[in-house]
């Protein structure tokens, strides 16, 4: 599975937002472009629509005027705001509004100030944030590792399996879905983490069991593929 640089990474990420489709275990394709984080963006509120746990907000940037979908919160018409980084989704469909959008961009969040809050970390900087190492999980009879999982995924294809595994990120509501990203301290070469999609929810640091049907190649359109996915996943413990 190839990752994609994240934008944000959003969004996913946020991937990812409303967009959907997080990041961890998708390919991009042709319909969708990364905008450099290191880009701040002067704009001004238009018009904000509700989206539920994300809002819709149409923005003037210079002379330019386009959508943006952004996790919700307090949103002044006619403020100026600022933005960095994003992803640019072309002909997205939100099922909440009933609307198509030909181009929209989808970001971590807006800000009232032009400088960027620097939170333990250098926003600028070119290399990848490393990822969360863990000690390998201990498992109950029946759960498997996520090595294994990786490694044999097509013996488990359109199979129920049972995981284990702590929390490192969650978007919540995207496609009439929650979508949690689980590490268990085993990895392949390509992956690390499993995404899950669920109408459940938990946290991040959460250690959860799971269990749910394995999918390969999902493909949601936008330009999201996931190599391998659980879906209707059920919280057991």
């Known amino acids: 599975m190839k990752n994609s640089r994240p934008f944000l990474v959003m969004f996913l990420s946020l991937v990812l937002l409303i967009s959907c489709k997080d990041k961890s275990n ?3 394709i042709n319909n969708s472009e990364t905008i450099k984080s290191s880009n701040s963006h ?3 509120i238009n018009e904000v629509v509700d989206g539920g746990s994300y809002a819709y907000i149409k923005v003037k940037e210079n002379e330019n005027e386009y959508w943006m979908a952004i996790p919700n919160s307090n949103i002044v018409v ?3 705001y600022y933005y960095n980084g994003g992803m640019v ?3 997205f469909e939100s099922k909440q509004l009933n609307k198509i959008f030909d181009r929209i961009i989808f970001a971590e969040g807006i800000r009232q100030t032009e400088q960027v809050e620097v939170k333990n970390e250098n926003p600028h900087a070119k290399t990848a944030q490393k990822p969360q190492i863990i000690t390998k999980l201990d498992k109950s009879e029946g759960e498997l590792y ?5 490694n044999k995924k097509n013996n488990f294809s359109g199979k129920e399996v049972e995981v284990k595994g702590i929390v490192v990120k969650v978007n919540k509501s995207i496609l009439d879905r929650n979508w949690i990203h689980v590490i268990d301290g085993t990895k392949t070469s390509e992956n690390s983490s499993l995404t899950i999609t669920t109408s459940e929810l938990a946290k991040v640091g959460d250690t959860i069991t799971v269990k749910g049907i394995i999918i390969l190649n999902k493909d949601f359109g936008h330009g999201y ?3 391998i996915l659980l879906e209707e996943g059920k919280i057991v413990q």
Request: charged letters at 35%.
């Open 26 to 28: 998708y390919s991009k």
């Open 42 to 44: 002067k704009i001004i």
């Open 78 to 80: 006619g403020e100026t």
């Open 89 to 91: 989704m072309k002909n």
């Open 146 to 150: 996520l090595e294994e999982l990786f």
């Open 225 to 227: 593929v996931y190599d």
